[in-house]
């Protein structure tokens, strides 16, 4: 590595790409387990989806089996309840919501103009997390344990009480372990799709797609805490009696479903937004325009985004709430329609001022059309209360969501696949056999599921086992078991046609299909590092602008050419302007992620066959690999040791205040807060609603114990936010015995809060009251100790001199932990001290 | 209800079949005339202001209008000219219901997997579960309402006509959620008062089933109630047994015979049901027990 | 207080959270409200707990409508990137009050607590 001049002018392309195949290359043999590149992760993510698809899928046939004919003995009940259970647990978290994120992770880079995501080791934890969530979910399955209580697992059908086996257990512990993964995608695509874009690409010259998936991803990191805070609630519920859902001790079991939906729905449109982000970005391109309309798209994206946080209640409208309420929320749900009606003109009037041409992703986008407008409209009617009370539960709702999830996302994806084949394979696809695999999916999807409203309208319920010949029903359940056939083998077609195409496809051109946006600058098939060199945006048609970019990007011709450094670098971009702010460089292969996963797979094993000091073992060893993971950073020698850029460059992300980290942080921590607020819906619902809530006339937790704890935390926080703004004036005297200092307050606190637990003496077992309690006490403790933790090695590199005044990155990082632990504590306080002695234990 | 849904699905297949041919006739509408920039964007913001935000606005403002108002129906509101309306109670258990008449003349009445209702006048349910989430549901009648541990929901219906309606449980409630079928019949009020009445005194008994009687008591009175000989709560109470349409929540077609055969075979008629297995009793146990149970009718 | 440009990208955001913001208030206050002291059927819907969520519906209403119409004369004097932001925050927060309003109606006919 050898640090010559960099300058715009041509080199030798063969020459740039071996200097950057040497730094960016993906290790073989054993040593693949630490790749951690975008590109090969997202396509294992991908391929993994697919294999969960096809078990998901059998699954369903098993169900049509089943229903086909009358009185049918094919399974018993018990089966029976768990394969449609896994049926609908493994499409959703298995193969929808990875699936895209897959997609998204190895297209997004690409299109931005960036060579990897920016925390590509989360990526790769992301996906072991994923990897092993899943095996163990599926395994329950073959050991016939798998959950049996329905995909949202109302308590109490999945409580201890009446689910005593160790299916709630798989569902609840491996969804948990998935959703890690879905959050750390949901956390870094966030950040890459606002700090990473390529100079010039301003926020209003962003491919639609990037605003989709920042839209999808914004609502993962939102939507999915409420469900990890229900799932641990639950699973402590079985495991050690704290009783939130137990309506004797004064849970309420409605308070599942209320934390279930509040992730249920949003995730309804965190698959369905991706999807829509394709449609969006093939339809330009076969009608050879631009889309007409960016700012309205944006607009209805948005408001998507938001709206479908305020609808979880109509999954819930027959449990007895409000009219009132349930007016609110049923208009709240009609209104979705309007930003989806906005896109669908969007793409009909691109269309109709455009010259379209009929490939064969067009007809996936057309198929996407008829059912999912076909979907939207039966929700539009499941949206009114009195219509909804008929159907609910019904076959008629089983067949609306399918016309939703599966037209709304699964054709829409195959559109992608095969549009971006080329961007896999290199390759074409072929025509032919992906018609036939179309029309057989398309018509056996109809015939399957046009079918079911009907047989939902004749009263079928869904969910159960077999009917009657009596009811009438057999002709329509036998119709629908055949059209199901028939869409497995479309399905089976367009794998083929798909495996087939990596060996006979005709090799593709450049940008094969003349489209506008960056990822087609790409060689194809792709190389690990994207792009040789960095373009300038000035449009948001890239390469209809200049579609010579294949070729310039490849001879250096453009910004941050090659890896003089040796280091993985790409650029930090301002969020708005696409202005450039920093060079960012990422770590590289590392067995760090793929080690955390294993041991969190081990803390997920030990907790399911209940051996706790086990787990408690496995999970300290995968916090130790977690902390030792972050060690490599800075100006640690695998990191960035010296600050070197080239000429003309920005500088270093690491010597900044303001790089990708702490948006990773802040992102994170949004995270966290929702996840936060979701336990404080937890305290206030039960509380209020909760039909037998008992409160103590006096808290059991000593006030001045909790003040004390309190002011040693803002002590803390205080103290570090004024060496971090020491460090922005390039002032680092007394940064390490001020770090140590902060950690003896940091562990004050947490001393207090011990105390203050071991001396409440709660009963965590008997009320539902002091499980609450305690489950918050809990939280802010181990806030606490992470932020102590974190200042503590703060302090230790500060003495390796990792962290100075010239690398003054990290304790930015750290404060603002302490900033969130502040806050949340002093709520915590109010919330559940301070409030019901103001208010009174009765309420 | 049923104008409601046939609008909406007539509409909704308007709706379907103009976009979908719209978008056909935007794929085939072949080469085209080259508009300036302006006439394109004057063309675009019509689609979109038209379908994308008039369409589903006006659409959803009618449809609420509609809506909102077609469900106060169901609301127990209290009725105009201080009437009262009828009370049933019925409870969900794993996998039968249960089903009360605390307001009936004479004392509560009490029976199961059956609900007998008067016709013409609203009908207040209501209802909650025993052990898990079930929904109370008379497909018929109207909507439907979850019956939750710990809670009472309330829902008015009424039926318009005489007869018999099916009903089931419409809440996956665990392993037998498929056989939990309510048999529902409406009938004029003074039929309902009669039906009730009967139902007031326990059941006669004769000296020829003492023996069956026995074995009840030792083997079937701490989970089931009869009037009058035991009062076990667990499972579905048998007083008039005798005199309904099914065993097992609809499971088995009640006729001369069929509760000895349920006795014999009810974990295979309907698998993981709380009732233990029988076969430590012989034949002729169970046969004689069956003969009684048959003559419980009020 | 310092002044938020019309044309900074949060706006794209604060609309929709403040209807976010209203919905949890009319959502949670209507529970706590029938969970603490709720009315008599016989009123219908004329309590106060209709009137104050219709007067916070209004007031949401019109907070929101202000904020479109100032983005949109911000949008006006602007091109490029500042106008792509201003324009499509005032998109937004029209969209949120009329959301608000749309969702905000059924306190005029629907009895709180039942």
């Not at chain 1, 519920?237 to 309420?252: I, Y």
């Not at chain 1, 939902?456 to 869904?462: C, E, I, T, V």
């Not at chain 2, 659409?59 to 201080?82: C, E, H, N």
């Not at chain 3, 009315?39 to 519906?57: C, K």
């Amino acid at each position: 590595m050898s640090e010559t001049a960099h300058t715009a002018t041509p080199q030798d392309p063969q020459r740039l790409h071996e200097e950057m195949q040497e730094v960016w290359g993906n290790p073989r043999g054993l040593k693949a387990l630490t790749i951690v590149n975008h590109t090969t992760l997202g396509l294992r993510f991908m391929v993994t989806g697919m294999v969960f698809f096809l078990i998901g899928g059998i699954l369903a046939m098993l169900v049509r089996t089943q229903l086909a004919f009358p009185d049918q003995e094919f399974m018993s009940p018990e089966i029976y309840n768990q394969v449609f259970t896994m049926h609908g647990t493994v499409m959703m978290f298995l193969f929808a919501i990875p699936m895209l994120e897959g997609l998204a992770i190895y297209m997004i880079p690409k299109m931005i103009g960036a060579r990897d995501l920016v925390c590509p080791r989360l990526t790769s934890l992301g996906y072991w997390c994923y990897l092993f969530g899943g095996i163990i979910l599926v395994s329950s399955l073959f050991l016939e344990m798998a959950p049996d209580s329905g995909w949202f697992m109302y308590t109490p059908l999945s409580s201890g009480e009446f689910a005593p086996g160790p299916g709630s257990d798989f569902w609840l512990l491996g969804i948990t372990f998935i959703e890690i993964s879905a959050l750390s995608a949901g956390v870094e695509l966030v950040v890459s799709i606002l700090r990473t874009r390529t100079r010039g690409m301003s926020l209003d010259k962003m491919p639609l797609f990037a605003w989709y998936i920042l839209a999808m991803a914004l609502m993962i990191v939102v939507g999915f805490p409420p469900l990890i805070l229900a799932s641990i609630m639950l699973e402590l519920e079985r495991a050690v009696g704290m009783p939130f859902f137990e309506v004797a001790a004064g849970g309420d079991p409605i308070l599942w479903q209320h934390l279930f939906w509040l992730f249920g729905h949003p995730e309804v449109y965190i698959i369905f937004l991706p999807a829509a982000g394709i449609v969006s970005t093939l339809i330009p391109v076969f009608a050879g325009r631009p889309i007409v309309g960016y700012r309205w798209v944006v607009v209805a994206i948005i408001v998507t985004g938001f709206i479908s946080f305020g609808l979880w209640v109509h999954h819930m409208f027959t449990v007895g709430i409000p009219q009132l309420a349930q007016a609110f929320f049923s208009a709240a749900s009609m209104l979705v329609a309007v930003p989806t009606a906005i896109q669908v003109f969007v793409w009909l009037a691109t269309l109709w001022l455009g010259r379209p041409v009929m490939k064969l992703p067009m007809l996936w986008i057309l198929g996407f059309l008829i059912i999912f407008v076909c979907g939207g409209l039966t929700g539009v009617m499941l949206a009114l209360v009195p219509f909804n009370w008929q159907v609910h539960d019904t076959h008629f709702v089983v067949a609306h969501m399918h016309y939703v999830l599966v037209g709304g996302m699964l054709f829409p994806l195959m559109a992608g696949l095969y549009y971006w084949l080329p961007l896999f394979s290199g390759r074409m696809p072929s025509e032919r056999l992906g018609r036939w695999g179309f029309w057989l999916t398309f018509l056996g999807f109809n015939a399957t599921f046009l079918i079911m409203h009907w047989t939902g309208l004749l009263g079928m319920p869904r969910r159960i086992y077999t009917y009657e010949t009596v009811m009438g029903w057999e002709i329509f359940n036998l119709l629908s078991s055949i059209g199901g056939f028939v869409m497995s083998a479309g399905i089976a077609m367009v794998l083929l046609d798909i495996a087939l195409h990596f060996r006979f496809g005709r090799p593709a051109p450049r940008n094969p299909w003349n489209a506008d946006t960056l990822e087609w600058a790409n060689t194809l098939p792709p190389s690990p590092y994207n792009l040789v060199s960095l373009p300038t945006v000035h449009s948001r048609h890239p390469m209809w602008d200049d579609p010579d970019l294949p070729r310039s990007t490849a001879a250096g011709e453009h910004g941050l050419p090659g890896a003089p450094f040796g280091r993985r670098e790409l650029w930090g971009s301002d969020p708005l302007t696409g202005k450039l702010r920093e060079v960012i460089h990422i770590p590289t292969s590392s067995w760090w992620p793929f080690l955390a996963a294993a041991a969190l797979a081990v803390v997920c094993v030990c907790l399911l066959v209940r051996m706790y000091p086990l787990a408690g073992i496995a999970t300290l060893t995968a916090v130790g690999l977690l902390l030792r993971w972050s060690w490599e950073n800075g100006a640690h020698p695998r990191a960035a040791p010296d600050a070197r850029v080239a000429p003309g460059e920005p500088p270093l992300h690491s010597r900044t205040m303001d790089g990708p980290g702490l948006w990773a942080m802040s992102i994170a921590l949004l995270a966290n807060g929702s996840f936060f607020l979701s336990y404080l819906f937890g305290w206030f619902y039960l509380w209020t609603v909760s039909p037998e809530w008992r409160m103590p006339d006096t808290s059991p937790l000593s006030l001045p114990m909790m003040l004390m704890a309190g002011v040693a935390l803002s002590a803390g926080a205080v103290w570090l936010e004024k060496l971090v703004n020491g460090l922005r004036r390039q002032d680092d005297r007394g940064l390490a015995s001020g770090m140590l200092a902060i950690t003896l307050l940091g562990g004050a606190q947490v001393a207090l809060l011990v105390w203050v637990i071991w001396q409440a003496d709660l009963a965590a077992t008997e009320t539902a009251h002091d499980a609450v309690l305690l489950l918050g006490l809990i939280y802010v403790l181990l806030h606490g100790a992470l932020g102590a933790t974190l200042t503590l090695l703060q302090a230790l590199r500060v003495g390796y001199g990792y962290v100075s005044a010239e690398v003054p990155f990290e304790p930015a990082v750290v404060a603002r932990l302490w900033r969130y632990n502040l806050v949340v504590y002093w709520i915590v306080l109010f919330a559940v001290v301070v409030m019901p002695m103001w208010l009174g234990g009765g309420a | 209800m049923a104008w409601l849904w046939w609008g909406m699905l007539a509409f909704s297949t308007v709706v379907l079949v103009v976009i979908t041919a719209l978008w056909l006739y935007a794929f085939r509408g072949g080469r085209r005339v080259d508009r300036s920039s302006r006439d394109e964007q004057r063309i675009a913001r019509r689609w979109i202001i038209g379908g994308g935000l008039l369409l589903p606005g006006l659409s959803i403002v009618v449809l609420l209008a509609f809506g909102v108002p077609a469900g106060q129906r169901m609301l127990p509101l209290p009725l105009p000219d201080g009437q009262q309306a009828e009370r049933i109670e019925v409870i969900g258990h794993q996998w039968w219901w249960e089903v009360r008449y605390p307001e009936a003349e004479g004392g509560e009445v009490v029976t199961s997997n059956q609900l007998v209702m008067p016709v013409g006048e609203p009908v207040d349910f209501h209802v909650t579960g025993e052990d898990v989430i079930h929904a109370f549901w008379i497909p018929r009648l109207g909507g439907k309402i979850d019956m939750i541990p710990g809670r009472t929901n309330v829902i008015r219906l009424e039926a318009d006509f005489a007869g018999v309606f099916g009903a089931q449980c419409a809440e996956f409630c665990g392993a037998q959620h498929t056989n939990m079928q309510l048999h529902v019949e409406a009938m004029p009020r003074d039929d309902f008062e009669a039906w009730l009445a009967e139902r007031q005194a326990p059941p006669e008994q004769s000296d020829d089933h003492a023996a069956a009687r026995e074995t009840f008591v030792e083997h079937c009175a701490s989970c089931h109630r009869v009037a009058g000989v035991s009062d076990g709560q667990l499972g579905p109470d048998l007083s008039d047994i005798g005199d309904r349409v099914s065993l097992g929540a609809g499971r088995l077609a009640m006729e001369e015979g069929a509760i000895s055969y349920w006795l014999r075979h009810h974990q295979q008629l309907k698998p993981g049901n709380r009732m233990p297995s029988h076969d430590h009793l012989d034949a002729e146990t169970l046969d004689a027990l069956g003969a009684w149970l048959e003559t419980l009718s009020p | 207080m310092m002044r938020l440009a019309l044309t900074h990208p949060l706006h794209l955001v604060i609309g929709l959270t403040l209807w976010s913001l209203w919905f949890v208030a009319i959502y949670g206050g209507l529970s706590v409200a029938c969970a603490v002291a709720p009315p008599a059927p016989a009123q219908g819907a004329l309590t106060a707990i209709n009137g104050v969520l219709g007067l916070l519906t209004a007031a949401t209403t019109a907070l929101l409508a202000w904020l479109a119409w100032a983005c949109l004369q911000a949008a006006r004097d602007e091109l490029g990137r500042p106008r792509f932001v201003a324009a499509v925050s005032a998109g937004l927060y029209l969209f949120s009050a009329v959301s608000t309003l749309f969702v905000g109606i059924p306190v005029i006919g629907v009895p709180p607590c039942l």
